[in-house]
């Protein structure tokens, strides 16, 4: 299994690459969240990867961080994910923002990305629940918090969930209440 390859950065062509390794050329797909990150062509070039073998080809996949790598490869024991799909949709959201489409069960923001339809993103939601965190996700404690203080402060729990559907994700509990204050007094008005 290939886990890592540095080298030379010969060719971009999204969302392919072609990384020189001591004279062998090595074709390796990334994401656009890893496309965008790339140095100038010719510079060295260092990506965790990810080997697929099928009967009728051999596909490196390659990634910026070991997390996008991992949420990768949980995204290809979905049924009916594959590598071009699991590519597309790390390629259409970064990691932090996969997992709180997951974490607040939002198939929606999911649906956007090309080839993923309603059934999938259902799929995706429902399987991942347990399984994906962002780098920077806060526990569900702290969204939590945020829900309870809504509903203390007088709001109803439909609306504190409303509001905590508009929330960043990555917000901290502090944060979280003041944006959901904010949505809330502008529905009020």
Do not use: C, W
């Not at 890893?34 to 009967?55: C, D, K, N, Q």
């Not at 929606?108 to 990305?113: A, D, N, S």
């Amino acid at each position: 299994m290939i886990g890592r390859i540095s080298g030379k950065l010969i060719e971009k062509h999204p969302p392919q690459i072609l990384i020189d390794v001591s004279g062998i050329g090595y074709e390796i797909d990334v994401p656009m969240s890893t496309f965008y990150i790339l140095p100038a062509l010719g510079e060295t070039v260092s990506l965790h990867t990810h080997l697929s073998v099928r009967e009728d080809a051999h596909v490196l996949y390659g990634f910026s961080s070991l997390d996008e790598r991992r949420v990768f490869r949980q995204l290809l024991k979905i049924s009916g994910v594959g590598p071009k799909l699991a590519l597309a949709v790390l390629s259409g959201l970064s990691i932090a923002e996969l997992a709180g489409a997951v974490q607040s069960g939002e198939p929606g923001r999911l649906v956007k990305i090309p080839g993923v339809g309603k059934k999938t993103a259902e799929r995706l939601v429902l399987e991942l629940r347990d399984k994906i965190e962002g780098p920077a996700m806060p526990s569900s404690n702290a969204r939590g918090d945020v829900l309870d203080a809504l509903v203390a402060l007088g709001y109803s729990e439909k609306e504190a969930a409303n509001a905590l559907r508009q929330i960043d994700p990555a917000a901290s509990t502090e944060e979280g209440i003041r944006m959901g204050l904010k949505l809330l007094s502008r529905g009020q008005s």
